[in-house]
């Protein structure tokens, strides 16, 4: 007997279909897909959340001292002339970062061998690479999930049976985080 299903799909496909599903039900919340798909997708993005959950506040906050670029009014740099070459003319200024400790840092990168990386296009800046913006999904399981099911202890998803498709007559549901 398997210890996973097969979904009809060789191994590579499998895993980067079951890959992608987890990215869109972190990134969404919610997706639409067949019952079998769901119930794959359910184990992997609940132990991504439970790592989540038990590393949320193993960081440390340390201040640095970072370069911050001039800017005016418009919030262009300004720039200056050195040497016959223009410059960014930059300042230094105290920030406080959050460091993560070895353990969080491994469950991030544990994280990220799922993860696609997701970038989100903004639908008045459509076709211009320079609006768009990448989503750190790590930081949003950490940040947004964790807190929010800190007090539960499993069962962070739910599946919503809606019928059958009309094609093949696959059972279709809604995998959503609860």
């Keep these: 007997m398997a ?22 039900l972190i990134y969404h919340g919610k997706i639409k897909t067949t019952e079998a798909r769901a119930k794959e997708v359910r184990k992997i993005a609940e132990h991504l959340i439970t790592i989540a959950v ?22 262009k740099r300004i720039k200056e002339v050195v040497d016959g070459k223009k410059v960014t003319k930059y300042h230094e200024e105290e920030k406080t970062i959050k460091k993560d400790l070895p353990s969080r840092l491994h469950a991030r990168r544990e994280m990220l061998k799922v993860l696609y990386p997701v970038v989100e296009v903004p639908a008045e800046a459509a076709g211009k690479k320079r609006a768009t913006k990448k989503v750190d999904l790590t930081d949003k399981l950490f940040s947004e999930y964790a807190p929010k099911y800190a007090d539960r202890k499993g069962g962070y998803t739910r599946i919503v049976k809606i019928g059958q498709r009309k094609g093949d007559g696959a059972l279709e549901v809604i995998l959503e985080l609860v």
């Design 54 to 75: 038990k590393e949320k506040d193993n960081f440390e906050e340390v201040k640095v001292m970072a370069k911050v670029a001039d800017k005016d009014k418009d919030g």
């Design 3 to 24: 210890m996973y299903r097969k979904l009809g799909k060789k191994s590579d496909q499998r895993k980067a279909l079951l890959r992608n599903q987890v990215t869109q």
